[in-house]
Nanobody, 118 residues
Framework: QVQLVESGGGLVQAGGSLRLSCAAS?????????MNWFRQAPGKEREFVAA???????HYADSVKGRFTISRDNAKNTVYLQMDSLKPEDTAVYYC???????????WGQGTQVTVSS
């Protein structure tokens, strides 16, 4: 079992930046999992944001490509999402998730709110 806890969300002005963190809890983090970020805005379906897997391979949704950067620190059992040039349409609850492939998830965190004002 993997327990994931997100942090770093908050309120930011359009054009600003935030860095989200996702830390494993309850057990030792396994670098063999693909780590993902998803997000869900009110009234919308949950959507894929970014993923990182073996040898630091990454994939991003077109809507965030060039603005967001996913990374991981295995020594700290933590995955990060650096979000730059934020837009109001980035407003959502952001979820960290672990799975066996990019875009797939078995374990989910509780989510952290990101609000971008215009």
């Amino acid at each position: 079992q993997v327990q994931l806890v997100e942090s770093g969300g908050g309120l930011v002005q359009a054009g600003g930046s935030l860095r989200l963190s996702c830390a494993a809890s309850g057990r030792t983090f396994s670098s063999r999992y693909t780590m993902n970020w998803f997000r869900q805005a009110p009234g919308k379906e949950r959507e894929f944001v970014a993923a990182i897997w073996s040898s630091s391979m990454t994939h991003y949704a077109d809507s965030v490509k060039g603005r967001f950067t996913i990374s991981r620190d295995n020594a700290k059992n933590t995955v990060y999402l650096q979000m730059d040039s934020l837009k109001p349409e980035d407003t959502a609850v952001y979820y960290c998730a672990a799975g066996g492939a990019p875009g797939a998830a078995i374990y989910w965190g509780q989510g952290t709110q990101v609000t971008v004002s215009s």
